[in-house]
């Protein structure tokens, strides 16, 4: 059974950086596109950026482009967010999600594609 497991969370301080980590396991991770998605309060859980099996192909929410790096590391079995220039509207639960796909370059936006999803981090931003 495929595991997500993220870490990084915690409490930022806006004009921060943070760099969330998911851990694969249970299954072959190049065989998974992966996202992040996150949950502000109050809201619902919304699309952040999503990478292709290679690691070569990402994609962003409008919220987060220019400010934020997606990738992965294959030999790890673990994908990464680096998260530069924090806004308060950042504060969030973020995930890490698994789609399982064949073709080159695939990648995917849409929540409910995904196969599997993580627990979830806590970020806090605060002024």
């Known amino acids: 059974q495929v595991r997500l497991v993220e870490s990084g969370g915690g409490a930022m301080q806006a004009g921060g950086s943070l760099r969330l980590s998911c851990a694969f396991s249970?299954?072959?991770?190049?065989?998974?596109?992966m996202g992040w998605f996150r949950r502000a309060p109050g809201k619902e859980r919304e699309f952040v950026a999503t990478i292709d099996r290679s690691g070569k192909y990402t994609y962003y929410a409008d919220s987060v482009k220019g400010r934020s790096t997606m990738s992965r590391d294959n030999a790890k079995n673990t994908m990464y967010l680096q998260m530069n220039s924090l806004e308060l509207e950042d504060a969030a639960v973020y995930y890490c999600?698994?789609?399982?796909?064949?073709?080159?370059?695939?990648?995917?936006?849409?929540?409910?594609?995904?196969?599997?999803w993580g627990q979830g981090t806590q970020v806090t931003v605060s002024s």
């Open positions: 249970g299954g072959a991770f190049q065989a998974y596109a």
């Open positions: 999600a698994a789609y399982y796909c064949t073709g080159p370059g695939c990648f995917q936006t849409r929540e409910l594609e995904y196969h599997y």
